[in-house]
C-alpha cells in the first residue's frame, strides 16, 4: 500500500533532513530509493516533489550541497547543516507529537490497530 501524497507533502522535509541526519551525505536519487528502501516501497517520492524541497531547505541554510564530477556527469550531493540539525531534531518531535495527538484524536489501539 503506497501512502497518499497529502500524507507524504506534510511529512517531506522531515523525512529528508532526518535522513540526512543519518546518512550525513546523498544525491537525489540515493534519497528516493533510500526512502523507498526503508519504507518497503510505501513512500515513493518523486523528483518533481523532491528536489524543490531540496533547493529550498538549501536556500534556507539547513542544507549544504557539494558537486562531484564523475565522468561527464555532474552529481550534486545535500548534506545537513548545524542549523539543519536543529530543525530536524524540531521537525521529527513536532511529527512524534502530532502522530500521538491523531491517536488520541481517532481513538486508535495500536496493538490491535483498529479505531476504538
Do not use: W
Not at 540526512?20 to 513512500?43: H, S
Not at 516533489?49 to 552529481?75: C, D, F, Q
Amino acid at each position: 500500500m503506497l501512502y497518499s501524497s497529502e500524507l507524504i507533502k506534510g511529512t517531506l522535509r522531515t523525512i529528508i533532513l532526518k535522513l540526512l541526519c543519518d546518512q550525513q551525505r546523498m544525491y537525489g536519487y540515493e534519497i528516493t530509493q533510500k526512502v523507498k528502501e526503508l519504507t518497503n516501497n510505501r513512500i515513493q517520492l518523486t523528483e518533481g516533489a523532491l528536489y524543490p524541497s531540496l533547493h529550498a531547505m538549501e536556500s534556507e541554510g539547513l542544507l549544504v550541497t557539494e558537486t562531484e564530477y564523475i565522468g561527464k556527469r555532474v552529481r550534486k550531493y545535500y548534506s545537513i547543516s548545524k542549523t539543519g540539525k536543529a530543525k530536524a531534531t524540531e521537525k521529527v518531535n513536532e511529527l512524534a507529537e502530532f502522530m500521538e495527538t491523531m491517536r488520541v484524536l481517532l481513538n486508535i489501539d495500536l496493538r490491535t490497530l483498529t479505531v476504538q
